[in-house]
């Protein structure tokens, strides 16, 4: 396996293109984004829990209903959500797609990210479809144009893309994601969307990909506030001509190595870019007892506020993290919790069956003034581990979040 | 019932004292405080859930296992948690107490708050103690420099008292508390000290105490994290003279209306003074077809970092409210609900039937710039309702807890 170029362009037969159509003001900015494959493809998606929906999610559930898909339709600037119209808007948006393209509108995957609340004036998704139709090509440039149209707060564009080999085929996956950041004027979106021409059955994706999700998109939190747009979509379109994927064998393992890839860099890369966040958090926890525990135990930590803002100052508290641990709710033994602080710059033990052990604060700040740092949590009562990220607490976020919308 | 002076001292036979003993370095801030009752009290107390537990809390539960207790001993400045000695210095400061005065060291509730994981110097303690119960006092001055002595990030003294009837007899009810916004440089910790001089048995007492926090203490979040060192304790000597309360009856009821009273205010105050507050924020949710969906509806809203930060910058932000319920587990119907902001400015409908509504942007600016802010929710599917307090997330919140410890 290896990293390649092109995002979501770089599986055979996908192209895409991103336009500032005029939902946002700012004319720099990209709003609406096209994925499109040459053929139909087998389609999977995972949703927001939150029971307040964006009615985008409510029509893309209804199109894939059938575990086909051929296009994403996406904009930025307006969720679409809580509206009394938004199941119309996010239908009329999938049309609009058909009547350009040569696609069913019930292989449209819909999507909206943005200002919850208020009307989406589908007039210039309406005027932009035919520019954003003519851009389709399948580039670097316009799989980052694309990731470009899906962006909201955002500082940092989320594409990635491997390659890899299934029963001697050589196969492609890219992706691109938006941050779980949450949107001025009002909340935003986790959004992702891989390509791959891998062929694999439609079960067996969303097999794949729910799978996936567990250890991956779940284990995020930026603020601990779940949107209620949040959707990860995958399109597999077969061109890569492997045998198709049907059951959980050897290829489906190799499948799942890849998109385990995309989905891992993805996820990273939106922690670490969460509204005003200066570093990437990792909570990795190993000794447990079981997987439950070990997730439950890294979550608590990396939604912890006061860890969080402990991190912002390269504080090494780590009561903090034993605090977070203690109400997390999983059945730990305290008494049997070690403590480690990493980052490129070393590492360091703060804690040792649940107590305090002496450290160097000079050298414990060296270790959490980095950009990526690694929380390790050894529970010492088993062999199960997990893994969650998560991004510090900062001025930003208060000041990104606290505005005024007008 | 009528609110009175005198906090913790309003009661009769109870005096209090707060001096400076040594643990905290600034000689200006009393850090030992002491709570007695003249004679043998019925206690009860309720701790945090969290699987850390500070040692004080051990021995004070292991104290009052017999149900009663005549004294109260609390420093701040380190909370004598995650420490190898902690149960043998909880033990000594309850035994120092029982040197100084009348009282058996088995009859002490002993509570510490400040830095966890750095051990409990006794030395201080065992200096200050014969300075400490030489100050002891019945005075309103005494209650304020025991809540004084409790105090940590604290920036407003809290302390309330009430006389109420029972059975023909003036009782009255007194309490202190500190905050539970999260000291530096580690984690504080909610310690509420009451005292009364009604007569009551020890299992209604605590019966009285166990029922009252699951709609007050319970429903207090500053920031989502469960302190190590959570306490509320209740001392009730019977001095007022009424027939001592053993079962549910009117007399019960006064006592539960008259605690309810104290026990909300400290919540209001413990909620609007959390680490970096500017606003105290009330969610009172109502119409929930059970009480525990009105409840988790009412924490989900005020605990969202999102919500908070809105407030904080006076932002009629509604649809983080409803992404706060619709996260929050509980069964509600999105398409009934209600959500309007009220303060002294007036009241602002801003979402109705789970849709925005058109409202004034500057109308709600002013309606959010108070300093205390409910925001009402009403879920249109039956008649319970709750209430839970919280603050705004600030950059202050930030400040305080990213500042490095040393």
Same mark, same amino acid.
């Given at each position: 396996?290896?990293?390649?170029?092109?995002?979501v362009?770089?599986a055979k037969g996908f192209s895409?293109?991103?336009?500032?159509? *005029?939902?946002?003001?700012?004319?720099?900015?990209?709003?609406?984004?096209?994925i499109y494959s040459e053929v139909p493809a087998s389609a999977?998606?995972? !949703?927001?829990?939150?029971?307040?929906?964006?009615?985008? =999610?409510?029509?893309?559930?209804?199109?894939?209903?059938?575990?086909v898909a051929q296009a994403?339709?996406?904009?930025?600037?307006?969720?679409?959500?809580?509206?009394?119209?938004?199941?119309?808007?996010?239908?009329?948006?999938?049309?609009?797609?058909?009547?350009?393209?040569?696609?069913?509108?019930?292989d449209?995957?819909?999507?909206?990210?943005?200002?919850?609340?208020?009307?989406?004036?589908?007039?210039?998704?309406?005027?932009?479809?035919?520019?954003?139709?003519?851009?389709?090509?399948?580039?670097?440039?316009?799989?980052?144009?694309?990731?470009?149209?899906?962006?909201?707060?955002?500082?940092? =564009?989320?594409?990635?893309?491997?390659?890899?080999?299934?029963?001697?085929?050589?196969c492609h996956i890219?992706?691109?994601?938006?941050?779980? *950041?949450?949107?001025?004027?009002?909340?935003?979106?986790? =959004?992702?969307?891989i390509t791959t021409d891998a062929a694999i059955?439609?079960?067996?994706l969303?097999?794949?990909?729910?799978?996936?999700?567990?250890?991956?998109?779940?284990?995020?939190?930026?603020?601990?506030?779940?949107?209620?747009?949040?959707?990860?979509?995958i399109l597999a379109n077969g061109m890569a001509g492997n045998?198709t994927?049907?059951?959980?064998?050897?290829? !489906?393992?190799?499948?799942?190595?890849?998109?385990?890839?995309?989905?891992?860099? =993805?996820?990273?890369?939106?922690?670490?870019?969460?509204?005003?966040?200066?570093?990437?958090?990792?909570?990795?926890?190993?000794?447990?007892?079981?997987?439950?525990?070990?997730?439950?135990?890294?979550?608590?930590?990396?939604?912890?506020?006061?860890?969080?803002?402990?991190?912002?100052?390269?504080?090494?508290?780590?009561?903090?993290?034993?605090?977070?641990?203690?109400?997390? *709710?999983?059945?730990?033994?305290?008494?049997?919790?070690?403590?480690?602080?990493?980052?490129?710059?070393?590492?360091?033990?703060?804690?040792?069956?649940?107590? *305090?052990?002496?450290?160097?604060?000079?050298?414990?700040?060296?270790?959490?003034?980095?950009?990526?740092?690694?929380?390790?949590?050894?529970?010492?009562?088993?062999?199960?581990?997990?893994?969650?990220?998560?991004?510090?607490?900062? !001025?930003?976020?208060?000041?990104?979040?606290?505005?005024?919308?007008?």
């Amino acid at each position: 396996m290896k990293i390649i170029e092109g995002g979501v362009c770089a599986a055979k037969g996908f192209s895409a293109a991103g336009v500032h159509c *005029g939902i946002r003001r700012n004319k720099t900015k990209r709003d609406l984004a096209l994925i499109y494959s040459e053929v139909p493809a087998s389609a999977a998606a995972v !949703y927001t829990t939150n029971l307040v929906k964006g009615a985008p =999610l409510t029509v893309t559930k209804h199109h894939i209903a059938d575990g086909v898909a051929q296009a994403v339709i996406c904009n930025s600037g307006n969720a679409n959500t809580c509206n009394a119209d938004g199941i119309e808007v996010a239908e009329k948006m999938s049309e609009l797609v058909a009547q350009n393209i040569d696609v069913r509108p019930n292989d449209v995957i819909v999507a909206s990210t943005g200002v919850i609340g208020q009307k989406l004036d589908i007039t210039p998704i309406a005027v932009g479809m035919p520019l954003l139709v003519s851009e389709l090509a399948q580039s670097c440039e316009a799989s980052v144009h694309a990731a470009e149209g899906i962006m909201t707060t955002d500082t940092v =564009l989320k594409e990635i893309a491997v390659e890899f080999t299934v029963g001697g085929k050589v196969c492609h996956i890219g992706g691109i994601a938006k941050g779980s *950041g949450m949107i001025h004027p009002n909340m935003a979106t986790m =959004l992702v969307f891989i390509t791959t021409d891998a062929a694999i059955s439609p079960a067996m994706l969303q097999k794949a990909l729910s799978g996936d999700i567990q250890n991956t998109f779940n284990m995020v939190s930026v603020d601990g506030d779940t949107s209620t747009n949040d959707m990860v979509a995958i399109l597999a379109n077969g061109m890569a001509g492997n045998e198709t994927i049907t059951e959980e064998n050897e290829d !489906y393992a190799e499948f799942m190595r890849a998109l385990n890839t995309i989905t891992v860099y =993805l996820c990273r890369k939106i922690a670490g870019d969460g509204e005003g966040a200066t570093k990437l958090l990792e909570c990795a926890v190993s000794g447990a007892r079981t997987e439950e525990i070990a997730k439950t135990v890294a979550k608590s930590v990396i939604c912890s506020s006061l860890f969080k803002a402990a991190m912002f100052g390269a504080d090494a508290n780590w009561g903090r993290v034993l605090c977070a641990i203690g109400y997390s *709710g999983a059945d730990v033994d305290v008494t049997k919790i070690d403590v480690s602080f990493e980052s490129k710059a070393g590492r360091i033990d703060v804690c040792l069956g649940g107590a *305090g052990i002496p450290f160097s604060e000079e050298e414990a700040k060296e270790v959490l003034s980095e950009k990526e740092i690694t929380v390790l949590i050894e529970l010492g009562s088993g062999e199960e581990s997990a893994k969650a990220w998560g991004c510090d607490l900062t !001025y930003d976020y208060v000041k990104i979040n606290g505005d005024y919308r007008t």
